[in-house]
T-cell receptor, first 112, second 112 residues
Framework: NAGVTQTPKFRVLKTGQSMTLLCAQDMNHEYMYWYRQDPGMGLRLIHYSVGEGTTAKGEVPDGYNVSRLKKQNFLLGLESAAPSQTSVYFC???????????FGPGTRLTVT | EDQVTQSPEALRLQEGESSSLNCSYTVSGLRGLFWYRQDPGKGPEFLFTLYSAGEEKEKERLKATLTKKESFLHITAPKPEDSATYLCAVLNSGGSNYKLTFGKGTLLTVNP
């Protein structure tokens, strides 16, 4: 099993450009999440999904959109990138109920 | 609002020198406390889940304990490969099964 994978691993964008980050999991998890990790801030939840076709806002959703068209995939979109979105983005997945989340390797995004 | 405070921010040990990391939390009803390990440039790796005060879990040189206000991650006779950032996260009883609140982590360095 590959677990949770993320594409791409690195990306540099100019202000105003758009991009999509792809997350895939092969553990048949219902729940999927997108986090950002910034120095001194800890991990913060951007958006999450509790099942195929559903999405919801997390702690810091502004400037991001998500889609969950298939159970195994969760996409994070930036429509108009800003320097404040420079960060490391992690995808995670889990079973329902009070269960641990499994994280992907991360995408390092720089917006200039 | 849930709060998680980890201390110390950084800890440097000699190989074989046992110590503990602290995770203090304030939540409106704890449903679960999670410990993760994060290596540089990688995603968090799940270690333990603790659900109630008095619970303990062990894995190799690591032992996690939980009280009503804090959790400790005890490291016995650490080795250089235990060097990593250790993250603590809590899940409250506010109705969701997925909104983890993370601490900022403790950076552990074990010198040979």
């Amino acid at each position: 099993n590959a677990g949770v994978t993320q594409t791409p691993k690195f990306r540099v964008l100019k202000t105003g450009q758009s991009m999509t980050l792809l997350c895939a999991q092969d553990m048949n998890h219902e729940y999927m999440y997108w986090y950002r990790q910034d120095p001194g801030m800890g991990l913060r939840l951007i958006h999450y999904s509790v099942g195929e076709g559903t999405t919801a806002k997390g702690e810091v959703p502004d400037g991001y959109n998500v889609s969950r068209l298939k159970k195994q995939n969760f996409l994070l979109g930036l429509e108009s990138a800003a320097p404040s979105q420079t960060s490391v983005y992690f995808c995670a997945s889990s079973y329902p109920a009070i269960r641990e989340q499994y994280f992907g390797p991360g995408t390092r995004l720089t917006v200039t | 609002e849930d709060q998680v405070t980890q201390s110390p921010e950084a800890l440097r040990l000699q190989e074989g020198e046992s110590s503990s990391l602290n995770c203090s939390y304030t939540v409106s009803g704890l449903r679960g406390l999670f410990w993760y390990r994060q290596d540089p440039g990688k995603g968090p790796e799940f270690l333990f889940t603790l659900y109630s005060a008095g619970e303990e879990k062990e894995k190799e040189r690591l032992k996690a304990t939980l009280t009503k206000k804090e959790s400790f991650l005890h490291i016995t006779a650490p080795k250089p490969e235990d060097s990593a950032t250790y993250l603590c996260a809590v899940l409250n009883s506010g109705g969701s099964n997925y909104k983890l609140t993370f601490g900022k982590g403790t950076l552990l360095t074990v010198n040979p």
